[in-house]
């Protein structure tokens, strides 16, 4: 299953704003995506809720898995906006 | 007891008077509208038959309630919109649904299933803490649409009759007041709250009038007009021509004479009374525009609340170097970090504590983590170097003089010219003659001096009386400080909601203070009340009040004794 590491580059961590935003991008991927912290159980990607309770911190480690027609793109993309800094662009 | 189940049992019908204590300044007449308090399970819990139906049933739910949240969302400023979006997609949210699903499976009906899932999410996010643990709130909002939906009851939260009205509630929690528009909320009624509770503070920064504690409040009914008096704590019911005339009459007059009342704030002789802004998260340049001549309190909490690592020097720096731009050679006052107690920090947690008013609160949380201090101290001279701006730091929560002498070590060592300290614990006013030696100025919050004095929490709503910033006690340990200050020639500012109120302003004034800090909409009314007064009049007002029998007598012998203009705003 096509997999794919991203380090949180938000300021104020995985929730809030960047937790919506992810959570709406994987959404729309139409893909069962899954996230899941080092050495945590993956959740899915599509539940807020699920996702702020991964407590993910700046800097932290998550994996991505998704399955299906066009994951590996999918997959890239995601990565890209959880590497973003949303705050220090949006200033 | 709610507000639901009272209304009908002996509606308001006739020409009636309801008394509260008035919380927030200023009348206005108008229909009531009622918020409804969130709809609690039916005590009877019903056999579920039809698994399939049930978690539809909640599915339907949960969509009519994402659905409303984004239509708000869609009408919204940018950035409630954000948080209403988010809202909507927590009640959008699959693994929610799933977990409702899998209750209804084992037997819950759909009301049941809601709650318990919910619940297990709300848990999840409070043992997480910090920002999490408030966002258990938003998923108690959640719930409670849901429920409202599934039960067929009216809707919680904010009402939306659609014209402007008298809110009528039971109490105010936070996020519903976040929400409040003073463009259409006339004026706030509330069962429960006491003078420092949110309702009270939130009302008075808005400046819309509000009564609270107000005895019968729960049997107004949607549409009824109602006169609200926000100084007597008066509400009329059913108010005849002549009531309504003469409420819209005091309206129009306080508007006018607001309007005319600008510039720096003088006595009628002439004597200066510093009138300063309370800034905390709001757009600085929108605080700057303010008719004021600086910043009393800069609450600094707003950069470091809802994270979960510190703010960085360069991101601290960045935020006061705006600030400070923003009110150019007006002196900023900036209270260093105060958090700790009802204010926990994700990267300071203290750890559970019995009292936590009587914790690791304030400057006190220096004693674990010192470099916290040095490191926003450091932030902020490097932004007086980069702005060139006035600026003076005070620490919250000092309680001795040595207390105040290490904080204006590490200040100046920063490089940071002008140092005070908060006085609000009965220890600082008692000895502000030594704590005054330590530093520049001191700074009375009276809210916490006002709890810490009369063995009061803040957060009770139960102890109204107790914490009524007339109380004589309070008054005495302000012309304690006062008069320290006069002594010693060194400034004493008041930035507690107490000095919004243009009565107890002049009485703070003729105490020795000669600074008053408050939110942006009471400064005109304040302004107005200095300028009628002379410096002696101010100190004939105090000498009243501290010799009165008690908070009632005092506000009442103030009230006789000062110009009638200022008294009939």
Redesign the interface.
Known sequence: MPQRTATIGS???L???P??LF??AATATGLAVTIAKEDGAP??A?????V??L?A??GAKVTLTAEGDGAEAALDDLVRLLEIDHDAAA? | MDVQQDRGQSPVTAPEMLTGTGASTGTAVGPVAVMSPPPALPERRPQAVDAAAETARAAAALERVADLLQERAAAADSEAS?IL??QA??AR????AANIAKEIEGGEPAEWALDTAVTG?QE??RS?GG??AE?AAD?DDIRNRTMAVLLDAPMPGLPDPGHPFVLVADDLAPADTAQLDPATVLAIVTRRGGPTSHTAILARSLGIPAVIACVGAERLADGTPVAVDGDTGEVVVRPDAERVEAAAQRAELRRKVLETSVGPGRTEDGHSVKLLLNVGAEDPDAAGAHDCEGVGLLRTEFLFL????EP?PE?QY?SYARLFRAFGDRAVTVRTLDAGSDKPLAFADQGEEPNPALGVRGFRITRAMPRLLERQLAAIARAVDATGARVRVMAPMIATPAEAAEFAGLAREAGLAEVGVMIEVPAAALLADRILEQVDFVSIGTNDLSQYTLAADRMLDTLPGLLDPWQPALLRLVQETGSAGERLSKAVGVCGEAAADPLLALVLVGLGVNSLSMSAPALPAVRYALARHSLQACRDLAALAVASAGPEEARAAVRAAASPEVAAL
């Not at chain 1, 599509?46 to 699920?50: E, F, G, I, K, V």
């Not at chain 2, 949210?93 to 929610?96: E, I, N, V």
């Open positions: 300021s104020v961590g929730h809030a704003r937790a919506t959570v709406q959740v899915d599509r539940s807020l809720l699920s702020m309770a407590g911190g700046n200033a | 954000a979006g988010a997609l927590m949210d699959p693994q929610l999410y999840l996010l997480a920002y999490l966002r998923l809802d994270r979960e690592t960085t991101e960045e």
